[in-house]
């Protein structure tokens, strides 16, 4: 038997055949085509899993079973999708429609439960009880798992880290509240960050390796130049890290999960943004002169998306 | 059979003798005698149980567990006390010396836990399987329960939100750090936010309901002139609310339980709080077009302590 995973996003839907020792066997992929009426997109999706099911050399029988990964909120109960702003869905009964199409178990969850779900079963927390995967890219996404089960809240609206207020009155949020900690952590901020620093600083190495043009620093410019001894780079890139620090120590403070997993676009930078934040860390959890969970970078990368999904019962 | 629930606190020790459906049946309390050696603190705390038990017309027989909370961090699997800074413990084996003066299982966890577990088994949020319980006093405590069990953390040192970064770089906070979330929300946050109010408005209600000594204000001065329309204790008081509704709300933007119960001193200001939050607090959740938990009142007060520490297993 095989599972199938699917990984729905705002520009393309991956689906995977996952083996019963959480190996992706077959991948194949169709573009999300949110102009489609809701019941032609889940049929969409029906055909892509049937024709990557075949071209595996297995059939429909093989199918334990089916999750989806979304990035937005559903019930696991009632398999209904609560809100996905970016495929337009809100309050559509998910499973039901897709049974029409293939008639399997079918599972929904919050992309971010998803992966870090994959991570714990199958990747860097694999053995573990507990953990808290904090997804950081243009925002901050977090996967909470405790007694080795998803926890997205009693009505689904859990896991939302980048939201948690971390700057009173602070920078304004695209979320219509301001200092959300998204705002001071992901990918996005450090990239304000160093616009900031460069409109007082333009000799930074950070706007030179750029052709002068802010539009295009990325949070691997600042990474790279912060690398290469840049005064103004290793600036932001300090304080980056103290913002980082203080936020997962924040999640500490309140869960003290088994291990905290780092993915996302700004985990690429892999030792350079791990070492300094593991050894900084610690000074903002309260009771840190006892055991404090590890620091770890997420394992699985794109294929947690898959192997999570799959995994949902 | 009975229960004993000891509240462990730096003044006073509280042991209540508990019955089957949860009430105190008789209640006798030792002053806390941090001066004497740690065996002889707990052949006290002993020797208070029996004498309860004898007094409610019970012998050692019918007691069935012992369990303490304490103003600290255990664990509850060695029965250890790993740090309970008031009472002098460090890395101390409760359980084992316990056993040597009353051989009976025992059961240690923090007392913000311990409170949580009472409200959720027989207290304001009975029958529910999550809740969150936060006691506004001094500082901020606060209590998870998921699937009917405390959640303390993997290393007993979670539920601290008091601690979370609430105001980057914000009021120093007597941990070390800066701008944690009960420099923002405690009643000691309020009584700060009151005397800086009354430095720059000296006619204000709040200083003339004191005598004009500045030292004398409490939470419930804030509260009692905002009542009577003091228009500087109001701007303080709704300040307060709006720092609190944002606590609250990253708590459901990151738990979301299924209720949130609000316990401690500030508490007592009723719905005079309550109403407020509950109207502001919707705003700052991500999801709030979704069903969000209710805020509600702990009902146990004082006795949630004894009640909670002898629902400990």
């Given at each position: 038997m095989i599972r199938i995973g699917v990984d729905v996003g705002g520009t393309g839907i991956q689906v995977g055949v996952v083996s019963?020792?959480?190996?992706?066997?077959r991948e194949e992929s169709i573009h999300t085509r949110t102009d489609l009426p809701f019941e032609e997109q889940l049929r969409e999706m029906a055909d892509c899993i049937i024709s990557a099911v075949n071209n595996a050399g297995?059939?429909?029988?093989?199918?334990e079973s089916i999750g989806f990964g979304i990035p937005g909120i559903a019930s696991a109960k009632t398999g209904?999708?609560?809100?996905?702003t970016n495929m337009g869905w809100?309050?559509?009964?998910f499973r039901e429609v897709f049974n029409r199409y293939l008639n399997k178990p079918v599972y929904i969850d919050n992309d971010a439960n998803v992966a870090a779900l994959a991570e714990s079963v199958a990747g860097v927390?694999?053995?573990?009880?507990s953990s808290v995967f904090i997804t950081i890219g243009t925002g901050i996404g977090s996967g909470i798992i405790i007694n080795g089960k998803v926890w997205s809240g009693a009505h689904h609206i859990?896991?939302?880290?980048?939201?948690?207020?971390?700057?009173?009155?602070g920078v304004p949020c695209t979320c219509g509240n301001?200092?959300?900690?998204e705002r001071y952590c992901s990918a996005t901020a450090l990239i304000r960050m160093a616009r900031e620093a460069v409109a007082e600083q333009p000799d930074s190495l950070i706007l030179t390796s750029v052709d002068?043009?802010?539009?295009?620093?990325e949070a691997k410019t600042v990474f790279d130049t912060a690398r290469a001894g840049d005064p103004v780079a290793v600036k932001v890139y300090q304080y980056y890290i103290s913002c980082l620090a203080q936020a997962i120590a924040s999640v500490v403070n309140l869960l003290d999960p088994e291990v905290i997993v780092l993915g996302g676009?700004?985990?690429?930078a892999g030792d350079f943004l791990l070492d300094p934040l593991s050894r900084e860390y610690?000074?903002?959890?309260?009771?840190?002169?006892q055991t404090i969970p590890p620091l770890k970078l997420a394992v699985?990368?794109?294929e947690a998306g898959i192997i999570g999904a799959a995994m949902l019962s």
């Amino acid at each position: 038997m095989i599972r199938i995973g699917v990984d729905v996003g705002g520009t393309g839907i991956q689906v995977g055949v996952v083996s019963a020792d959480n190996r992706i066997i077959r991948e194949e992929s169709i573009h999300t085509r949110t102009d489609l009426p809701f019941e032609e997109q889940l049929r969409e999706m029906a055909d892509c899993i049937i024709s990557a099911v075949n071209n595996a050399g297995l059939t429909e029988n093989d199918i334990e079973s089916i999750g989806f990964g979304i990035p937005g909120i559903a019930s696991a109960k009632t398999g209904e999708v609560i809100k996905c702003t970016n495929m337009g869905w809100h309050h559509l009964p998910f499973r039901e429609v897709f049974n029409r199409y293939l008639n399997k178990p079918v599972y929904i969850d919050n992309d971010a439960n998803v992966a870090a779900l994959a991570e714990s079963v199958a990747g860097v927390s694999a053995g573990t009880s507990s953990s808290v995967f904090i997804t950081i890219g243009t925002g901050i996404g977090s996967g909470i798992i405790i007694n080795g089960k998803v926890w997205s809240g009693a009505h689904h609206i859990g896991g939302e880290l980048g939201h948690v207020i971390f700057d009173l009155d602070g920078v304004p949020c695209t979320c219509g509240n301001h200092g959300c900690l998204e705002r001071y952590c992901s990918a996005t901020a450090l990239i304000r960050m160093a616009r900031e620093a460069v409109a007082e600083q333009p000799d930074s190495l950070i706007l030179t390796s750029v052709d002068n043009d802010p539009s295009r620093i990325e949070a691997k410019t600042v990474f790279d130049t912060a690398r290469a001894g840049d005064p103004v780079a290793v600036k932001v890139y300090q304080y980056y890290i103290s913002c980082l620090a203080q936020a997962i120590a924040s999640v500490v403070n309140l869960l003290d999960p088994e291990v905290i997993v780092l993915g996302g676009g700004v985990s690429k930078a892999g030792d350079f943004l791990l070492d300094p934040l593991s050894r900084e860390y610690r000074k903002y959890i309260l009771f840190n002169d006892q055991t404090i969970p590890p620091l770890k970078l997420a394992v699985l990368g794109s294929e947690a998306g898959i192997i999570g999904a799959a995994m949902l019962s």
